[in-house]
């Protein structure tokens, strides 16, 4: 492919009842529907620009979207169009070997779905998945260069099938890339409980290796991912240190994953810049100051847990609450 351009999404739809038994809605009468995702466009075009198709993906968290994403920008690039194939692309096995393992053990929720034109043409979890984000997908393959409109053209679906809804949509930015044959630009924006945490990286050749857009997506998710892991063994390391939870237990054991899933990620990261020229602006994430910062925001998330315990007799640390 020649130039790509895309941005992952977090999103979050809340739709409410405008009447309820023919009146007006008021704030507090009925409970909104709410529906969360994060979206990628991925818009694939061939080097010498016979074969186009634009896929889109959804799924439960960032990461595992863009992991996808890269699976899926990949295998065009390689191999050519996805949805035109004689045997068909193995959807399933190309999920199962991005989330196998941790993602498999610890995160129940986990979905993903892939749409065509509006269509799914694959889906994973779906149980978990709202519906109301494939009528988001069908409303915006109706207006593919406005996606914003989807969102209205939805509310006009609602009413001609007797329906009276607003719908409310909520998004900020995860991921930009801007990719070139030259040099790729990537920006993240991770929104974490403690703080928000923005850099950029730009990635061009090296020994005569081009820099590859899954390469992109790739590393992007590990950072996605590595900073969700270094905050998680933060607050597993804190509550060890003040005997909340022990070692062995399912929480102490996922603190000890996490850590080694946090390792591998950063071994991808570094791989990454060996194989391609990276900067970085204003510098590289550090997994172990993070882990150190969700420490120091544990104990002051956990201070009041900590001497409730205390004042119950079930721990005589006080000198650990400062």
């Avoid at 409410?16 to 818009?43: C, G, H, M, W, Y």
């Avoid at 198709?53 to 996808?68: F, G, K, L």
């Avoid at 930015?173 to 993240?188: D, H, I, T």
């Amino acid at each position: 492919m020649t130039d790509f351009n895309t941005t992952l999404l977090r999103e979050k739809f809340v739709i409410r009842d405008a009447f309820v038994d023919n009146k007006p809605r008021r704030q507090q009468e009925t409970a909104p529907v709410i529906a969360l995702s994060n979206r990628i466009v991925l818009p694939l075009v061939s080097k010498d620009g016979v074969f186009s198709e634009t896929i889109i993906v959804r799924a439960q968290n960032m990461h595992s979207c863009a992991r996808m994403a890269a699976r899926i920008v990949g295998e065009f690039q390689d191999v050519g169009p996805l949805l035109t194939r004689l045997h068909p692309f193995d959807w399933k096995y190309a999920w199962l070997s991005i989330t196998k393992g941790y993602e498999t053990k610890y995160n129940p929720n986990r979905w993903v779905a892939v749409y065509h034109k509006g269509r799914v043409i694959f889906e994973d979890g779906e149980t978990q998945r709202h519906p109301f984000l494939d009528i988001i997908e069908q409303c915006d393959a109706r207006n593919p260069d406005d996606y914003e409109k989807a969102v209205n053209v939805a509310e006009d679906a609602f009413r001609q099938a007797g329906k009276i809804v607003t719908i409310q949509h909520d998004s900020n930015v995860a991921f930009v890339l801007n990719y070139s044959p030259a040099e790729a630009r990537g920006g993240v924006i991770v929104r974490g409980p403690n703080r928000t945490m923005t850099f950029n990286f730009t990635a061009k050749a090296k020994a005569g290796r081009p820099v590859k857009i899954s390469q992109c997506l790739s590393v992007a998710a590990a950072f996605l991912e590595g900073i969700q892991m270094a905050f998680q063994v933060g607050m597993i390391k804190q509550k060890q240190s003040y005997d909340m939870i022990d070692a062995g237990s399912d929480e102490g054991n996922k603190g000890r994953e996490a850590a080694e899933k946090l390792g591998r990620l950063n071994g991808a990261i570094q791989q990454f810049e060996n194989l391609l020229d990276v900067t970085y602006r204003p510098e590289r994430p550090d997994f172990g100051h993070m882990i150190d910062e969700a420490q120091a925001f544990a104990k002051q998330s956990l201070a009041a847990e900590l001497q409730r315990r205390m004042d119950a007799g079930e721990s005589d640390k006080a000198d650990w609450v400062s």
